[in-house]
Every structure is written in C-alpha cells, then in structure tokens.
C-alpha cells in the first residue's frame, strides 16, 4: 500500500491572498469563450478548490451551437495568474491571459489554421480595424509586442519581407517559431476505404459530436497515438506527419498498416470498478496495457470526500485523465503527477489509463478515499 495513500487536501490558507474564486472563474470562462470563438456561448463553471501544491482547480463546459466541450484552468498556488489551460484533449497555454508567444522582436509563426484559411492582419488591435493583409500557416514573422483587446490578445507583427510591413493579428495564432511538439511515438498507418471525391473528417475528441478540426484523402499517412471505444465505433487519435503535428480524431475503420494490411488495433478498451477491502479507505492495483490501449477505473465516491490516485509507472507513455459523474474533466496527468483533492460531485468518479506508446507498459495505480 502507498504509504500516502490517506492523505487529504487541506485547504490552503494562501487562499485569503489569491484573487476571488469569482474572478478566476469568469477569466477561465472568457478563455474558453475566446478559445472556441464564441464570445457568446453559455459556460457552466465550477471552482474546484486547492490541489496538494496550492495550484487552484477550475473546470468548466461550454456549449457551443450543436454540441458541448469540457475545459479547465489552473491558477498558481496565489491565484493571480493562469498558468494552464486544458481544452479537446490537450493543453493550450498559447490562450492564458497575457501570454506573450515569446519576448518583444522574437520571430514566431503562424499556426493553427484550418486547411484553406488565412489569417487576417488588420491595422489595428481588434477586428473592427480594417483588414491590410493575409497570412498562411507557416508564416514567419516579428513579434512586436502584444495586448488585450475586449478579451482577445493581439500582437503587432512585422513582416520579414524588405518592405517590414506591419500589423496586428489575433495571437492565438502565433506561436514560437521551433516550438513544434517532439515527434510521438507510435506506428505510423494510411488512410484507406474513404469513398472517392470524399474526405474522413478529422475531430477534436474521439465522436461525432466533437467539431471537424481537419480532413484527410485516401493514402494520407498519418502517425497513431491511441485507440478508445466510443458507442459502437473504434476512435483513433492521430498526428499529422506535417512541421506542425496537428492531432486530431479519426474513425478506426479507415485506417490501415502502410503495407495496406488492417492495422492491428488494440483490444476494446476494459472497464475496472474499484473495491477496497473491507475496513480499509484505499487500494493499489497491479495493471498492464497493450500498446494504443486504455482502461477506465470505476469508484464510487461522495461530494465533499477527498479522493488520492497515482499512477506509479517507468513508461512515459502512459497518461491519466479523472472525470466527475456527470462526465467533466476534472485532472489529468501522466506518471510524474499524482491526485489530491476534494471531490464536488456524488457518484460513480472515472479514471482513465491511456498507453499512447507502441509497447505493451506495466504500471501500478493506488487510490484512496477518507
């Protein structure tokens, strides 16, 4: 048994010097508003309390014209800054609050732009400014220096032509030139069996209901991370063998070896409740994972009660996320990252365990619950 294993969160008395629960939650709801572009939408926010190092947890949903989207923040242990914003699967700190994509004069680039589309470069800091060029991804340019305009962050850029043009764009497209993610690990596959004069949509989250994010043809070839059931269908999420590595979600079914043989797909992901034994207020399990493979842990627990989970592993290719009953995503984390906190909500808690790796991993995961 993990010797920490009925540790409790305490809440910390730095919270009398942090900013109000109310104005972190209404800056993580503007962030998300601004990630998905619509200032508009309606969010449900909810403030999580203090995690084991003092870093505040906030998570949130927001629901868009046909569908929803989990998110959450993390402010430092006083709560003044945002130092993570989590949204469709990853981390997305080129959105915090006065991120600057890197220091006044450096060369960024521009990414993260839908196949086809450009980036507007207006006169000014906000699109009621007339609109004076057009960038594409890829696109090198000087950061300038950056502000928030009603929510946004913009960046003045200079152009690296001979004339330096210059112009101000939304600067969540901008990002360190170089700073693309190191390559995954995982088999690299092709898409097959899409229809002729059709493309597979590439999604945001494992299901239709999450937002097309990209399109692929036949024979693309793409790299595999991990494979999760969702209904009746096998989802895959896959990294674009591009400078940029975009990811994204795709239907298994059209995915093959690059011999053209079916790839083989790991088995359907397993579903584990968790018991403790009687008298006792934790466990650990013993567990291995194939490659491209997932297993959920099921434990029922209470509002109010504290709740600790690790993920002891030498694999770096194995992740955890922790979702409340009602399907939010409340942590996540790899080996280096363990759980303490307060639960908010009654019912049936989910961990999942992802091997995005192309080996099969061993690895232990403890749980305590007072």
């Known amino acids: 048994m993990f010797p920490v294993v009925a540790a409790v969160l305490a809440v910390s ?42 870093s505040h947890a906030i998570n949130g949903r927001i629901f868009l014209e046909t569908d929803f989207e989990d998110f959450a923040c993390s402010y430092e242990r006083e709560g003044r800054s945002m130092v993570e914003f989590f949204a469709e699967g990853q981390v997305r700190n080129s959105f915090l609050p006065g991120y600057g994509p890197a220091g006044e004069g450096s060369v960024v680039q521009v990414t993260s732009l839908r196949d086809g589309d450009t980036l507007n470069m207006r006169s000014g800091p906000g699109t009621s400014n007339r609109i004076i060029g057009a960038l594409s991804n890829g696109t090198s340019v000087r950061n300038l220096g950056c502000q928030m305009q009603s ?43 899409v229809a002729a004069n059709d493309v597979l949509n590439v999604r945001a989250g494992p299901g239709t209901r999450h937002r097309v994010v990209g399109a692929l043809s036949n024979g693309s070839q793409v790299r595999r991370l991990g494979c999760q059931s969702q209904g009746q269908a096998r989802w895959c999420q896959i990294e674009m ?13 059209f995915l093959t070896g690059q011999s053209g043989q079916a790839t083989q797909l790991p088995s359907m992901s397993r579903v584990e409740r968790v018991r403790f034994a009687s008298g006792t207020t934790g466990t650990e399990i013993r567990d291995q994972l194939g490659p491209g493979s997932s297993v959920t842990y099921i434990l029922g627990a209470q509002n109010g009660q504290n709740l600790y989970f690790r993920l002891a592993a030498q694999s770096g290719s194995l992740s955890w996320r922790l979702f409340n009953p009602d399907g939010s995503l409340l942590d996540r984390g790899g080996p280096s990252k363990e759980y303490r906190g307060q639960l908010w909500q009654s019912g049936e808690h989910s961990i999942e365990v992802m091997n995005s790796g192309g080996r099969q991993a061993s690895f232990n995961v403890i749980f305590g619950i007072r």
């Open 13 to 54: 008395s730095v919270m009398a010097n942090a900013q109000s629960r109310d104005l972190m939650v209404n800056e993580c709801s503007a962030v998300a508003q601004n990630y998905f572009r619509d200032f508009n939408a309606r969010t449900d926010m909810r403030y999580n309390g203090q995690r084991v190092d003092g």
């Open 151 to 193: 929510n946004t962050r913009w960046c003045e850029i200079e152009m690296m032509t001979d004339m330096r043009e210059r112009g101000w764009v939304a600067g969540r497209y901008l990002t360190i030139a170089g700073s693309a993610p190191p390559p995954a690990s995982g088999p690299i596959v092709r898409v097959t069996g």
């Open 241 to 253: 063998m591009t400078d940029m590595r975009e990811r994204g979600w795709v239907n298994a079914r």
